[in-house]
């Protein structure tokens, strides 16, 4: 019939325990069209987990062949295919290949639609014992030092609660670096291997962590961090309000811009941050770049 399309279905998958499945996912794995599948090998091992038998189409879908392969699912899409994506573990295109797919979709008046399941950066969320009306997640940071170092200065002042993966050979140079930009004594949770047989999460200062860390750990890893407290007049000595704007200056924004935006965060006058910034230059040596005050 001319103008009916597929539906393109983003399945979440247990990130850990197989119970944890939906009821819903074993009847779409049995009868959607195609499955995408990060890993096929992985998806033998979860249907076998759940009993079921797919009888549709099994094609890969990962980094490496996401952009050539979007268009054919597509294709199968418009044809009225009943599409299933589905990654390693937990929701499809969050850190995972899948917008790509969703975006192609939805540009051809497509039809997507989901089955929920388990997610990493809620479960840790829930358990990190860290502010939950608020947060952000930002995925994996930066390999490279001084890449992570950028990212992380410029949610330094992030009030909202902070959620990152992170590989476990690379956790502990990134909570040392945020131990660094966020500050020695921000709370944090390093939540490993959740709902595995070793689950574990540990919570405490970011120094503490990431000494913790230097030991060498295991595992599917995720971060919580607190978000940074508000300031209130009393509370910002000249020395933070230097650093806040250097992160500010460290992202692009200008002196006079980020000595005002301070200010006004801080609830003091610029005169005052500006005279906190010139101390911090003659510390360290330098002049400040701008000549006078705001």
Known sequence: ??????????????????????PRLAAELAAA????????????????ALDVRPSGRVVSYFEGNESAR????VESLAQGARVLLVTDAGMPSVSDPGYRLVAAA???????????????????LAVSGLPVDRFCFEGFPPRKAGERLT???EVADERRTLVWFEA????????????????????AAVCRELTKTYEEVRRGPLAELAAWAAEGVRGEITIVVEGAPAP???????????????????????????????????????????????AAKNVTGSTPREGKAP
């Open 232 to 278: 209130g007049p009393d509370e910002a000595g000249p020395a933070e309000l230097a650093r806040r704007v250097a992160v500010r200056e460290e992202a692009g924004e200008r002196r006079k811009e980020a000595i005002a935006a301070v200010a006004q965060e801080a609830g003091v006058p610029k005169r005052q941050v500006f005279d906190a910034v010139v």
């Open 33 to 48: 069209d195609v499955i995408a599948a990060e890993d096929t090998r992985r998806l033998r091992r979860l249907t076998q």
């Open 106 to 124: 939805v540009e051809r008046g497509i039809t997507v639609t989901a089955v929920p399941g388990p997610s990493a950066v809620l479960t840790a």
């Open 151 to 153: 990212r992380l200065r």
């Open 168 to 187: 476990p050979h690379r956790l502990d140079d990134t909570l040392a670096a945020m131990a660094e930009v966020f500050g020695a004594d921000r709370r």
């Open 1 to 22: 019939m001319v103008g009916v399309t597929g539906t393109l279905v983003l399945a979440g998958t247990p990130i850990g325990d197989t119970a944890d499945a939906p």
């Open 70 to 73: 979007t268009p054919e699912l």
